[in-house]
């Protein structure tokens, strides 16, 4: 997928999701989120995984807060992922990896606007510039964040990838022969 299509992907995501916000009340809100993801590849062989910058964006619901401050955050993110590769041979190699990611968090706010936030994320890829990598990936996000009485949000969390991303038989077969674990998405 690239760029460009990503680009306007998240600008349609922006057109449903704004007039929706706009009409929600107090309570249940409906939103956008946008930011940037710094992400590495855990598991990388005959390389040094950097991080690379990329971005993060699409529509949320929030539902309520109960009495106790205590929320479910639901989230469709289109996100930029991947690594930066310093391969043994000196020369330099970028992976992006694109991911709607859905995560179900659960939120306790503290002391009114502050909060923490935990919960799984199911990773469904929508595609890469180099590299094969299963459809689908399973994580558990958490975070903590800020969210003022206005609604702007400052969120900060870690994606930690549980599923083995690489779908290459061969390369999964010489991990397992060596007793390497898999390739794994790790992103702030």
Known sequence: ?????????????????????????????????????????????????????????????????????????????ISGQGADLELRNGATETRKIYYLNVPVLLRQYIGGAFYVNVGPQLGVLLGSGTGTYKSVEGGVVGGIGVETAGGFVVDLRLNYGLSDINDDAAERAFRKQLGLGGLHNRVI
């Open 1 to 77: 997928m690239t760029p460009n299509v990503l680009f306007y992907s998240a600008c349609a995501l922006a057109l449903v999701a704004l007039p929706a916000a706009a009409q929600s009340g107090e309570g249940t809100k409906l939103g956008l989120k946008a930011g940037a993801s710094v992400a590495t590849l855990d598991g990388v062989i005959n390389a040094n995984s950097k991080f690379r910058t990329d971005f993060v964006a699409g529509p949320m619901l929030r539902l309520a807060p109960t009495k106790q401050h205590f929320t479910v955050q639901l989230e469709a993110l």
